[in-house]
């Protein structure tokens, strides 16, 4: 059964940084990308940041410059370093990985105060 644990929430001062962890389990059948989402309550969840099978990686305006999405195979974990915070990164952080289908995590949340 494969499950997506994400870590690393919490708590921030704008201008702060943390590092969201995404540990996965079990058994995923040609992983075509991995990736991190964001939800804030009453909008819909939208992309920060993605990395695809062959190391490419892709980051929303609002984040570039300022998140980085890595991955370390051996250890079957995603990462997101997130710097310089704003308020407005304010959400329940998801992880996906995408391989013949999408799974997702339970979300962390992530909350930077003004």
């Known amino acids: 059964q494969v499950q997506l644990v994400e870590s690393g929430g919490g708590l921030v001062q704008a201008g702060g940084s943390l590092r969201l962890s995404c540990a996965v389990s079990?058994?995923?059948?040609?992983?075509?990308?991995m990736g991190w989402y964001r939800q804030v309550p009453g909008k819909q969840r939208e992309l920060v940041a993605i990395i695809t099978g062959g190391g490419s990686t892709n980051y929303a305006d609002s984040v570039k410059g300022r998140f980085t999405i890595s991955r370390d195979n051996a250890k079957n974990t995603l990462y997101l370093q997130m710097n310089s915070l704003k308020p407005e990164d304010t959400a329940v952080y998801y992880c996906?990985?995408?391989?013949?289908?999408?799974?997702w995590g339970q979300g962390t949340q992530v909350t930077v105060s003004s």
């Open positions: 996906m990985v995408r391989g013949m289908q999408v799974y």
């Open positions: 079990g058994s995923i059948f040609s992983i075509n990308a």
